[in-house]
């Protein structure tokens, strides 16, 4: 885990956060601290309050109670415009509704930096040619967005984020319905970035290759907070996920490797 | 032998140049300008006096104010600057203020069917102009006053229904629906119960008319359509981040409620002006932006220049067809435009369709 010194302020400091929805509580006394530049992974069952904890963290939802604090300042003392200039979103999947070109999507990036009656310059231009270069969607510009695979709209989508130029990119489930091979490619374009990155993820295989640090979430409490190691245990998995699973080192790296026992021998 | 095939070959790499040069977006935008001037050019000379073209021109631009040192007679001067070129100019600034608007609520209320009328502002006009004719008299209050007072008062009783709510995009139109009803429900009674002639005066009142476009009208709406543009190109940036969706906006630093809101009372604002002037014109506000962005692609600023010179040069050839398909009888505007919309726009769906976008 990286170092903490006092003069450096945790990216992301959440204490006692609770939030409910009417009289359902889905967020109960969260605390954690995320230190610049790591790379935590969200994990827990459906419903568990990954998403809501994210929206609490990009201030879409107000908290209850608790406090969150970003970069050592409360998160409500940003202006909205000055909070989307540190922290970049990448949802699940942006539904356009008039069909917007890739160019016009990752421009977007640009909002919290342009004044009103500024013009889109050169350099602005520039920058989105070069963020589409960096996720290798630059041939892909002057195409309808929705004409986009899932892979290629969430490469846009991390463009886009790249020239919001942010210090913390939150994402929300950015791999599902992405194959294998996109999935990596998402996570590891995200991780190129180099900075602070929050992200629900389901598969905790990929969770437990690409995260410094697991936050796992069961019913809207944090039941285990640490390395892929201390987190993705057998006897954590049984209990929150209810599911039988091997864990032993995987081969390629020096993380866990989960085996789940899906049961399909035994029906037969 | 060799060097025709090549100048050959040279020549479809020209023409490829051009075709793609057509298709450029500012190609697109610079012909749709030019159309536009050329439609005011044209239109002030078709009428039942016409006017050649060239006196046209010369009028406009070459001789003084009292016409007489040019080559044009005094009475056509006269029907051109008196006549025609308000109402032209009072065409052009609904049809463009009409266009643009609705090219705003669709992307604010993220609803391809959203128009300029949907929160009952046209029934509430109607209501105001029908008080005026029918109950208070016209030489009290202006009929123009009256339907901006009543085109008002629809939105604010909108607003008032609507109540906290009124951030919910979704509960303000269906306060705007029923705004509209309740409106058009006492204007029927107040044309049930009035005169024949007034009823018929004001049916051709709410069926849009440029017939008594003077001068001194123009400015109003010359002022609003200009303010409403300008504050819609500034948030072009935010519209165009709206597209991608409410949430997707919040985290680009846009107070998303609060700019939907504001959009809607200026939108409501420019409408209600244009509909005290000319009546309640349907049709364009929904059908131009559709067009533009056919023509043009989806790009907030360009959808928005695009709907602006469209929509101003289609008000003004519709205009021109009321005022010459019948002879000696000006149709209501809001005939042609539905008439010559709904075919424009099927004609537009099946090219689509067969092109394959």
Redesign the interface.
């Known amino acids: 885990m990286s170092s903490t010194t006092p003069n450096n302020p945790p990216a992301l400091w959440v204490e006692k956060l609770s939030w409910q929805m009417k009289s359902k509580v889905i967020l109960d006394n969260l605390c954690f601290r995320i230190e610049p530049g790591e790379f935590v992974g969200l994990i827990g069952p459906n419903g568990a309050g990954k998403s809501s904890l994210l929206r609490c963290l ?1 201030r ?1 939802t107000i908290p209850s109670m608790g406090t969150i604090q970003f970069s050592g300042r409360p998160i409500e003392t940003y ?7 540190q ?3 990448v ?1 699940q999947e ?8 890739v160019r ?2 990752i ?6 930096h ?1 004044s ?2 500024a013009f889109d310059t050169q350099e602005d231009h520039d920058q989105v040619t070069k963020a589409a270069h960096k996720v290798d969607v630059a041939q892909l510009l002057d195409q309808p967005f929705n004409s986009l695979s899932g892979g290629e709209k969430q490469r846009a989508m991390i463009a886009r984020a790249i020239v ?1 130029q942010p210090s913390v990119l939150l994402m929300d489930e950015p791999t599902n319905h992405l194959d294998v091979h996109h999935q990596i490619e998402v996570l590891e374009l995200a991780r190129a970035m180099k900075i602070t990155v929050v992200v629900s993820i389901h598969d905790l295989n990929l969770a437990a290759a690409f995260c410094d640090r697991l936050l796992l979430i069961d019913r809207g409490a944090i039941v285990a907070d640490g390395s892929s190691q201390d987190v993705l245990t057998e006897e954590i998995l049984a209990r929150v996920f209810a599911v039988n699973a091997q864990v032993d080192p995987h081969p390629f790296g020096n993380g866990p490797r989960i085996t789940f026992d899906f049961g399909g021998h035994r029906s037969r | 032998m060799t060097s025709k095939r090549l100048s050959s070959h040279r020549q479809s790499g020209s023409l490829q140049r051009f075709t793609g040069f057509v298709q450029q977006p500012l190609f697109v935008l610079l012909l749709s300008v030019f159309l536009l001037l050329v439609t005011v050019l044209v239109a002030t000379g078709i009428g039942s006096i016409s006017v050649s073209f060239a006196e046209v021109f010369n009028s406009l631009f070459l001789c003084n104010q009292q016409g007489d040192d040019c080559a044009v007679s005094s009475v056509a001067h006269k029907i051109i600057w008196e006549i025609r070129l308000p109402r032209v100019l009072m065409a052009l600034l609904t049809g463009a203020g009409l266009a643009i608007t609705g090219a705003v609520l669709q992307a604010v209320t993220r609803n391809p069917l959203a128009d300029p009328y949907l929160f009952g502002i046209s029934s509430g006009a109607s209501l105001g102009a029908v008080i005026v004719m029918a109950v208070v008299s016209s030489a009290v209050v202006s009929v123009t006053l009256g339907a901006l007072i009543g085109g008002a008062f629809s939105v604010l009783l909108m607003l008032t229904l609507a109540g906290r709510s009124a951030v919910q995009v979704e509960r303000l139109l269906l306060a705007g629906v029923a705004v509209s009803f309740m409106l058009s429900s006492f204007t029927s009674l107040i044309l049930y119960y009035s005169e024949p002639d007034t009823a018929a005066t004001l049916l051709f009142w709410m069926m849009g008319s440029f017939s008594n476009s003077q001068w001194a009208e123009l400015w109003m709406p010359a002022l609003a359509v200009t303010l409403g543009t300008g504050i819609f190109i500034v948030f072009r940036r935010w519209f165009a981040a709206l597209q991608a969706g409410e949430e997707c906006a919040h985290t680009l630093g846009i107070p998303v409620n609060r700019f939907r809101l504001s959009m809607l009372i200026v939108c409501a604002a420019v409408t209600a002006v244009l509909v005290a002037h000319v009546g309640g014109i349907g049709f364009v506000g929904l059908m131009i932006p559709h067009i533009a962005r056919f023509l043009i692609g989806t790009s907030m600023h360009r959808v928005l220049f695009m709907s602006l010179f469209l929509g101003g040069s289609f008000m003004v050839w519709v205009d021109v067809l009321a005022r010459t398909l019948l002879h000696n009888q000006v149709l209501p505007i809001g005939i042609v435009t539905s008439a010559l919309g709904s075919f424009f726009f099927f004609f537009i769906l099946k090219y689509r369709s067969r092109a394959g976008g």
Do not use: E, H, N
């Open positions: 990009y879409k202006s909205r415009r000055a909070l989307a200039r922290i970049a979103v949802q942006s539904p356009a509704q008039f069909d917007l070109s016009d999507v421009s977007m990036g640009l909002t919290p342009k009103l009656l919001q």
